[in-house]
Structures are given as C-alpha cells and as structure tokens.
Nanobody, 116 residues
C-alpha cells in the first residue's frame, strides 16, 4: 500500500506560479511511475504530467500545460513536484498525485484556484 500526500495548492493570480508537492510512502519509490492529474468541476479527471521511473522515458505533458508546467521527481526524498508557471484561470482544479506499479494509488487532492 502506498500513501500519497499532496501540498502546495492555493489561490494565485493569473500569470502566477505554484509548486505542488507529493510525498510518497513507498519502500521502492524509484520503480513507480508518478503523475499529476487534475479535475475541474463538471469535468473528468485528466492527466497533467507523468514521469516514469528514472532512466526511462522523458516526462510527458498534456498539451494545455506544455511549456508552463514541469514535473520533477526526487527518488531520495520520495517526492514528486509539479512546478506550475504562467497559470491561467482554466488551470483551476483539484490536483491529484498518482503512483503506479502493478496497482494505482491516489492522493487526496489539493485545490488550485487561479483567479484575480
């Protein structure tokens, strides 16, 4: 069983930045594929960014966030981050940390609101 705890959400003005953090309780964190998803009211949950275990594929991003968001993992600290720059009102959503190795694991989510 893996527990994921997100932090770093909040209210930010358009054009601003936030960094989300996710702490994982996994014995072998480095073998997990990690990702960030988001869900806005009335919408389905969507993939924002995904990073595979170290040494494998490059990170992938949703087209809507390419060039603005960066996913980073720290296998020593067992953490994954989502650096979000140039935020837009349409980025407003609950952001979820996700881990996968054999099974899927989800965090509880953190609210990000982009508004003036």
């Amino acid at each position: 069983q893996v527990q994921l705890v997100e932090s770093g959400g909040g209210l930010v003005q358009p054009g601003g930045s936030l960094r989300l953090s996710c702490t994982a309780s996994a014995d072998r964190f480095s073998i997990y594929t990690m990702a960030w998803y988001r869900q806005a009211p009335g919408n389905e949950r969507e993939l924002v960014a995904r990073i595979t275990p170290i040494g494998r594929d490059n990170p992938e991003y949703a087209d809507s966030v390419k060039g603005r968001f960066t996913i980073i993992r720290d296998n020593v600290k067992k953490m994954v981050y989502l650096q979000m720059n140039s935020l837009k009102p349409e980025d407003t959503a609950v952001y979820y940390c996700y881990a996968r190795w054999v099974s899927d694991f989800w965090g509880q989510g953190t609210q990000v609101t982009v508004s003036s």
